[in-house]
Every structure is written in structure tokens, then in C-alpha cells.
């Protein structure tokens, strides 16, 4: 495994890497012929998203409508 410096923040980056672990910046394994959603979602939203800060997001997102639906459902059954 060998290790690259990051062209964005010269940080040592592992080259199968898919993001510089420091700054976001894709890696060469986040090229369009091997990247996949974490390099498509990166370069539509103008930025590089992690697959951690996707996860973080969708459970997020699941989470609040999860607590809207029971609140609703709590309000309904008062009346």
C-alpha cells in the first residue's frame, strides 16, 4: 500500500483511498470509472461528501420524521 501526499493538503494519503481523510479531497480511487455515489454526490452538491456524512445525514433525516410521525400520531389520538 503506498502512500501519496494529498494534492490539496499534502497530507499522506493511501492511494486506494477514495478521500483524503484530512480535507475531503477524492482520491485517484474516486475516479468516475471506479468512484461511484461518494464521487457523483461530491462534484452535484460542489463538494466532497464523505460516505460517513451520508450516513450521518440519512439517519438523520429517518430519525426526524420517525419522531414527526409518532408526535402526529400522539396529537391525533388526544382529539
Known sequence: MALIPCPACARQVSAQA?????CGHPGDAAS???GGV???LGT???TYIS???LASLVLGVVM?????AVLITLILKSQ
Open 18 to 22: 477514495l478521500a483524503c481523510p484530512g
Open 32 to 34: 468516475p470509472a471506479g
Open 38 to 40: 461518494t464521487r457523483m
Open 44 to 46: 452535484v452538491a460542489g
Open 51 to 53: 460516505t460517513t456524512t
Open 64 to 68: 426526524f420524521v420517525c419522531v414527526a
